[in-house]
């Protein structure tokens, strides 16, 4: 990024990029396309003209596509094909995108085009870039992709606002498109050959979805542990488990990370148990984090990976290659195949999965007295029959773990054949991000509940050391953050509201920022 530009060549685009497009206002950052890669395009153009003046037969060039691949085409019917692929294929159903994963979309599909190998003019690929600039947001329905020959159906609806068809967001209105590109004095583009092919045969929504829900993964893997550190506090529990020369004997370097992380979470704390005979070790709910949420960032740093190659991937199909001779090469293959994305959007659910598991454990440790050796209150009411106090807190927290543990089913060992048996193995890449979505979702909940309950038991350790006892480096400022806009709960009361705010601080990375900006002091 260089400003306020993201300047697409389709090999440099990164996840910090996607997600400032993503999440920023139209046209900050501005999206703009680099002269190396404007080159490139017009190129492989010319090159799907070359083919067509050969008269050279090119899958879904001039032929029809999937189980209708040996069908030819006339080359007056060339275009129309092209507008059919959008038409026929925008069958999506469900709630649409919002609109931060649909710039996502736009964004990817738009470098992957910029790359040069897939056929489209320059003036269709910077159409989709104005689109993006200008705010005019396509309304993707979000279910029908099966995640192999690429996110066909909703790469469809995002597509044909390019032709005037479909409905957009634009300026908080929902418009036909047509009505919109007429507002903007743009015409409605009319699809040359291959142009309705490369838009909608590619991956640019699970990467989409990867990228985003990789993005906030790692920031409630930081939330995590300082949630997991909070309750050791309030749980009067041991750092000893986090002792780098325990780590460095079995050397999974994220959990050795994570570990550090922990202790420089807690050092300076006043609440935690120094050497104790009588009680050497805790529940592995505390001593066990960094293998735990080690193992998580380790499922996050492969996530990353994958995305951070698929960004600057080309994925659809066929692909156009121009020699320095200038000859022309058409390959057929199956880039646009999610695999590699699925299992990622999997492996990522399941393991962010972990962390909600191991935190609503946590929070029963917190609840329950006998679990916690009474030094904490039956669940955290010094009432309790009159008062249930954070009782059905642990409830919700259990329901939701419970909802992700059947999400965590991998969608990528399923398949479905398609297209009469012809696209007969798909990765159904889109499905695992949408699970993805929802079990982040909840494991933000869930650490929100941990964290309103954490708390609360360090209010009443404070009882006990007196106001002055010191917190952690890192656990203190959230704690001093949650308590500017949650109060303790000294007897029952509508907890709603405070649950509301606490799942807003933590999605909005105010917890995570809170704990981590003191590490450097």
Not at 349 to 365: F, S
Request: charged share 20%; proline share 5%; net charge negative.
């Amino acid at each position: 990024m260089q400003g306020n530009e993201v300047i697409l060549d389709g090999e440099s685009l990164t996840l910090e990029q996607v997600v400032a497009v993503a999440y920023g206002k139209p046209g900050s950052p501005e999206v703009s396309l680099a002269p190396a890669a404007r080159v490139r395009v017009a190129r492989a153009a010319q090159a799907v003209q070359t083919l067509l003046e050969q008269g050279v037969i090119a899958y879904g060039i001039t032929t029809g596509f999937g189980a209708f691949k040996d069908r030819v085409i006339a080359l007056d019917q060339v275009s129309r094909l092209q507008h059919n692929i959008l038409v026929s294929h925008a069958v999506g159903v469900g709630p649409v995108f919002d609109i931060p994963t649909t710039r996502a979309i736009m964004l990817i599909r738009a470098n992957t085009l910029a790359r040069g190998h897939s056929g489209v003019r320059l003036q269709t690929l910077e159409r989709l870039i104005d689109m993006l600039n200008h705010g005019l947001h396509p309304r993707i329905p979000c279910k029908g992709s099966l995640g192999a020959s690429g996110d066909l159906a909703p790469l469809a609806h995002m597509a044909l606002p390019l032709i005037g068809l479909g409905e957009v967001e634009w300026q908080g209105e929902i418009l036909p498109a047509a009505t919109a590109l007429a507002r903007l004095h743009w015409p409605p583009l009319e699809l040359a050959a291959k142009e309705g092919l490369a838009l909608t045969n590619g991956t640019a929504v699970m990467c989409a979805l990867g990228v985003l829900e990789t993005s906030r993964a790692e920031l409630l893997s930081a939330t995590a542990d300082i949630a997991g550190c909070l309750s050791l506090e309030a749980l009067h529990g041991t750092p000893a488990a986090f002792d780098a020369r325990l780590h460095a004997l079995r050397p999974f370097p994220r959990q050795i990370e994570c570990a550090a992380h922990l202790r420089r979470l807690l050092a300076g704390s006043e609440f935690v148990r120094n050497n104790d005979p009588r009680h050497v070790q805790d529940a592995y709910t505390l001593r066990c984090i960094p293998q735990v949420h080690g193992a998580v960032r380790d499922a996050i740093a492969y996530a990353r990976w994958v995305f951070d190659i698929e960004l600057n991937a080309v994925t659809d199909n066929p692909l156009i290659f121009v020699d320095d001779t200038g000859n022309v090469e058409i390959i057929s293959g199956g880039n646009f195949h999610g695999e590699p994305l699925a299992i990622a959007l999997d492996y990522l659910g399941l393991a962010v999965a972990e962390l909600g598991n191991i935190a609503e454990r946590r929070l029963m440790r917190l609840t329950d007295e006998a679990s916690n050796t009474h030094v904490l209150p039956a669940f955290l009411t010094r009432a309790g029959g009159l008062n249930s106090g954070f009782m059905i807190v642990q409830y919700t927290a259990a329901a939701l773990v419970t909802e992700n543990k059947v999400l965590a089913h991998p969608a990528s060992v399923d398949s479905i054949p398609t297209s009469a048996n012809v696209e007969d193995h798909v990765s159904m890449g889109v499905t695992a991000g949408l699970k993805l979505r929802t079990i982040l979702d909840n494991v933000s909940q869930i650490l929100a509940l941990e964290l309103f309950a954490a708390a609360q038991g360090i209010d009443f350790r404070r009882q006990e050391l007196g106001s002055n006892a010191r917190l952690g480096r890192g656990t203190a400022p959230v704690y001093n953050l949650i308590r500017q806009h949650v109060p303790f709960v000294a007897e029952d009361t509508f907890l709603h509201p405070y649950i509301t705010t606490m799942c807003e601080l933590v999605a909005q990375g105010k917890i995570a920022a809170a704990g981590t900006g003191n590490e450097a002091e």
